[in-house]
């Protein structure tokens, strides 16, 4: 599998870059290691956790 990402030469210029790197597919895939969270992480993604976590914390004011 080849991935092609569009770069505008100005893109280019611009970080002095004169050659691409090749992107790896294999870093897709999803690894067996189990990785360490932080703890602040976010276990329950839905709409309607970020809604109640919403609703849990005080606005705040200027």
Known sequence: MKVFLPVTDSLLDK??????????????????VVARKPRNWIDDDDYVSACERLKATQALSA
């Open 15 to 32: 970080y002095g870059t004169e050659q691409l790197v090749p992107f790896n597919p294999e870093f897709l895939v999803q690894s067996d």
